[in-house]
């Protein structure tokens, strides 16, 4: 079975510096995974995606993460924060027919001005 | 071009009566899905549509949870009897198309917020 774990439900961190979200998947097969976010009252927004293409992928808003079939992971990552990315984080990982998705619990990302 | 929209936005209701979702899919996208959020939770898949027929049922809780899709676009979940554990964002996503090997981007609605009282 498919599954996903955000290890953090809260992270902090001031404006400017690196932002790490960790997530852990577990899936007996070779997976789709992505992030999505989602401010406030808004519709979640899918950030990057990986399909077995690059194991590095980058996404909008300067975010990226990377694949690492060994430590089953895909932590998403941002060099330098901005208040405007204060939302919450889910990471997503792909059902085995391709057209189910299961979700993390989410991590919600403080920004400190 | 218009996004996944969902009506209403916003739904308080009695423990008992019956509630109907909707929800408008991006035009021209096949693949339509239905998710429950709860409260510090991540969102638990309900129901799948490609086309009017829906493969995968899965999701939903109970029987008194139903969805349909008329005309390869609009969905409606139906909850009957609401109970207080029913309380959720309800949200409806869409994508362009499905396939066994490969998972597409999901558009997702703004979601309605139900409130069983």
């Known amino acids: 079975a498919q599954s996903v774990t955000q290890l953090d439900s809260h992270v902090s961190v001031s404006e400017g510096t690196p932002v790490l979200l960790r997530c852990n998947y577990s899936?007996?097969?070779?997976?789709?995974l992505f992030w999505y976010v989602q401010h406030p009252n808004k519709g979640l927004q899918l950030l990057l995606k990986?399909?077995?293409?690059?194991?590095l992928v980058k996404g909008i808003n300067g975010f990226e993460a990377e694949f690492k079939k060994s430590e089953t992971s895909f932590h998403l990552t941002k060099p330098s924060a901005h208040m405007s990315d204060a939302a919450e984080y889910f990471c997503?990982?792909?059902?085995?027919?391709?057209?189910?998705?299961?979700f993390g619990t989410g991590t919600s990302l403080t920004v400190i001005p | 071009g218009a996004g996944v929209s969902q009506s209403p936005s916003n739904k308080v209701t009695e423990k008992g009566k019956d509630v109907e979702l909707r929800c408008d899919p991006i035009?021209?996208?096949?693949?339509l899905y239905w998710y429950r959020q709860s409260l510090g939770q991540g969102l638990e898949f309900l129901i799948y549509f490609q086309g009017n027929s829906a493969p995968d049922k899965s999701g939903l809780p109970s029987d008194r949870f139903s969805a349909e899709r008329t005309g390869g676009s609009v969905s409606t979940l139906t909850i009957q009897r609401t109970q207080q554990e029913d309380s959720a964002v309800y949200l409806c996503?869409?994508?362009?198309?499905?396939?066994?090997?490969?998972?597409?981007?999901?558009?997702f609605g703004p979601g309605t917020r139900l409130t069983v009282t």
């Open positions: 996503a869409s994508s362009s198309t499905t396939n066994q090997f490969l998972s597409y981007e999901q558009y």
């Open positions: 899936s007996s097969y070779s997976p789709s």
């Open positions: 035009s021209g996208h096949t693949a």
């Open positions: 990986y399909t077995s293409a690059a194991t």
């Open positions: 997503v990982v792909s059902g085995n027919t391709g057209n189910q998705f299961y």
